[in-house]
């Protein structure tokens, strides 16, 4: 059911209400600077020069704003927010709390959803699911089957497959790249983590103990690394399986 016009301004603040519309088929508000075909539903919101046409569906509080489209049989719902350049399209859904925004594509049978977010120059296609937290920014393309989800961060380089993602004590570890590896904020390659991990950890509050956890995770993302994409593995590990480090 779509909210009123008395709601709709409590959500984005004072507007002219002649400037609005309900569309036809949904009841959902449309800028009257939007492009809104009669054969899609709107029961969300639609706003700025938003393009949304064919089958498409926009419905729950979801926002589809700036020039973002919605095309082919997509559905944009829950709280969810297309925006800026972004596409959807084919088959793909946008739901609950997920945010997708800037020159994103998200195509084919894609979705993301949870509290992920998409950005930059990203594409999500094919048969991929993000979800969770995640983020996946730059010019990356996750595809094919690829799961990110979780805390699990993405950018640059194609994914046709899951990127590695490890809950440690801590903070999660992801394969953010074919080359580097993320801990929580901290992203480097597999050589710089090898060199300085110990100095990393120790800056980040890390005990001894969980030092050591991470040094052996940290050897394992290395080895898978080099084993799915033959990156250069500089590690030597040490009789714990740790990276024999520099520090």
């Known amino acids: 059911m779509s909210i009123t016009f008395k709601e709709l301004q409590a959500k984005l603040g004072p507007l002219v209400r002649g400037e609005w519309h309900q569309h036809s088929k949904g009841g959902g508000w449309v800028q009257n600077t939007a492009h ?42 829950g ?14 859904r946008v739901y609950g709390d997920a945010r997708v925004f800037g020159n994103v594509r998200v195509s084919g049978d894609a979705w993301v959803f949870g509290d ?13 699911w993000v979800s969770g937290d995640a983020l996946v920014s730059g010019n990356a393309q996750v595809f094919g089957n690829a799961r990110v989800s979780g805390d699990a961060q993405v950018f640059g380089d194609a994914w046709t497959f899951s990127p590695l993602f490890i809950s440690g004590t801590k903070h999660s570890v992801t394969t953010c790249t074919h080359t580097k590896i993320q801990i929580g904020c901290q992203c480097y390659s597999v050589a710089q983590w090898q060199a300085h991990y110990k100095s990393i950890g120790k800056a980040q509050g890390y005990t001894p103990d969980q030092v050591e956890e991470y040094g052996m995770i940290l050897a394992l993302c290395a080895d898978w690394l080099k084993a799915k994409f033959g990156t250069e593995n500089v590690s030597i590990r040490d009789a714990k399986g740790r990276f024999k480090a520099k520090s």
């Not at 046409?53 to 719902?77: H, I, K, L, Y």
């Not at 709280?79 to 793909?92: I, L, R, Y």
Request: net charge negative; proline share 0%; charged share 10%.
């Open 116 to 128: 992920a977010l998409v950005a930059g120059n990203a594409q999500v296609s094919g048969n991929a």
């Open 79 to 92: 709280g969810a927010w297309v925006s800026s350049n972004a596409e959807v399209s084919g088959n793909a």
């Open 36 to 77: 809104v075909d009669a054969t899609a539903t709107i029961e969300g919101l639609v706003s700025g020069d938003a393009w949304v046409f064919g089958d498409a569906w926009v419905s729950g509080n979801a926002e589809v704003s700036g020039n973002a489209q919605v095309s082919g049989n997509a559905r944009v719902f």
